[in-house]
């Protein structure tokens, strides 16, 4: 059954594509071709692969998120904050071999200073505003590059990004603190230890990342809580640094579950109320009102 | 030539040796077989291929460094501070199947609290006190895990470790800022630029990182100034949490030259003196100290 149009959320690691009916979803599916393993000339198969049986005589994808990066497929427009997450006058147009692809791909959004870009996460917020009109706030985004964001009046007022999630990634598997952690396992007074360390003395981060291989090595800390406490260490000094983004505000969460619980847990011991919205229906929501606009 | 005895600084990334005469050195040799290349089981074969031609019946063999790690050839002992930096009586023996080699590993450095370790540094403290005898202060050991170090009456009080230039490899190497950097070029303003925000801001550090990306996107940051400015904001987040140990101090410089030399510039801000020692020559002096223990 052809697809009225594609809904594509193309990052660095995953493609999910969705076959959007009238205002349905008709299908799903997904491929592990992220932009991070693509060549430019790679991205128009690894798309027709996933999609082909959703399209018509041609059909319309609006595709967003890392695939429009400098390295990605072709380098997509960045709107200037303040302004709405989305605007379909932004969108860059893709040529393709493929005459059935009309694919289109959703700007970023930049900040002049301090300096700061965003490409995927305006599309969530888009539909986190269409899924909470008129909300007036802070929205926080973790992720492998979390993003906190000011918004009022339907507009993206400020944004600041932080390496948190890739941070994370690289020492607790390329560096020597790798031999101190493990892949599983959670240890949440470790984690509010760490927390609690980086927010209170931001300036000792870096004696305390070490500490965790000498604690492994000298007083048995054990690999679960090595990996929390890291975490809570990384969360910490993201949160001093993101202070006043959240300070005296109820903070939405837009993310995967379990990292979202994290920072929601962390936000709490600050005495802050979240609000915990779902990563996937709002980059959907982000897209269908994206289609929509494009529509009217 | 026969050597009296071989001095080895086997680290993470290199192996190197010197076959040792009476107070001389006779000859030098050094290879890419590292701890972090070779399985316990390998160390030996490495070492004999390098020194083959310096053995006598029996040789003594004096290593220090990451040879001696749980993850090296054998785990060798941890000395507790405050002690002196090397000690003969805590020489680890390792059993080999040549019969000309007799390997003994320096024993290492711990810290209760709060928990550190250190292999390797302490041969180079030892042979800085060896150079410099009745020197009290501070030293630092810029590197991968840079170390600060209070010494006084030919003892090491305490250290602290930073994990500043592994950080540095991996952002530069591995993460997105990858993308923004080069691994050549240099650019001193961008270096304070980023050495004063890190230590007037530390809290902000997280954010900084990912500024490096977006001000090349958007403002045209070189990638020169991108990689400077990294190394800042690195060295400055460890300068913020060392200042306890060198304000008011002079201090004295252990390591690599380019590096050493961006310490002693971002301590010079600081409105601190600074003496620069060679690292190689400060490891032979600490060997040929603990040789000369071993032989009183």
């Known amino acids: 059954m052809a697809a009225h149009w594609i809904a594509v959320d193309w990052g660095t690691s995953n493609l999910r594509a969705w076959s959007m009916g009238d205002g349905e979803i008709l299908d799903h599916a997904e491929s592990p071709k992220g932009m991070g393993k693509l060549k430019p000339e790679e991205f128009e198969a690894a798309l027709v692969e996933l999609v082909t049986p959703w399209l ?21 427009k960045y709107r200037s904050v303040p302004c709405t997450p989305t605007d379909p006058a932004g969108l860059t147009l893709v040529p393709t071999h493929d005459p059935r692809l009309d694919v289109r791909i959703a700007p970023g959004l930049s900040q002049d200073k301090p300096a700061d870009v965003m490409r995927g996460e305006e599309t969530q917020l888009a539909g986190a505003l269409a899924l909470h009109p008129n909300f007036d706030g802070v929205f926080c985004l973790p992720g492998t590059h979390s993003k906190w964001v000011q918004v009022s009046a339907g507009e993206v007022v400020s944004f600041q990004t932080y390496m948190t999630g890739e941070l994370f990634a690289l020492l607790s598997t390329q560096s020597v603190l790798r031999h101190s952690l493990t892949a ?113």
């Open 56 to 76: 018509g005589a041609r059909t319309l994808v609006l595709a967003c998120g890392m695939v429009g990066a400098r390295q990605g497929w072709l380098e997509a």
């Open 184 to 296: 599983e396992g959670w240890d949440d007074a470790a984690f509010d230890e760490g927390l609690s360390e980086a927010l209170s003395r931001p300036d000792r981060i870096a004696a305390r990342l070490f500490s965790l291989r000498a604690e492994g090595l000298l007083h048995g800390l054990t690999a679960p809580q090595a990996r929390s406490r890291l975490s809570g260490l990384l969360i910490g000094i993201e949160l001093a640094g993101a202070k006043p983004y959240w300070l005296g505000q109820e903070v939405k969460l837009i993310g995967a579950e379990a990292l979202a619980a994290s920072y929601a847990r962390a936000l709490g011991a600050q005495g802050l109320k979240t609000d915990r919205l779902d990563a996937t229906a709002c980059t959907l929501a982000g897209l269908s009102a994206l289609y929509a606009k494009l529509n009217a």
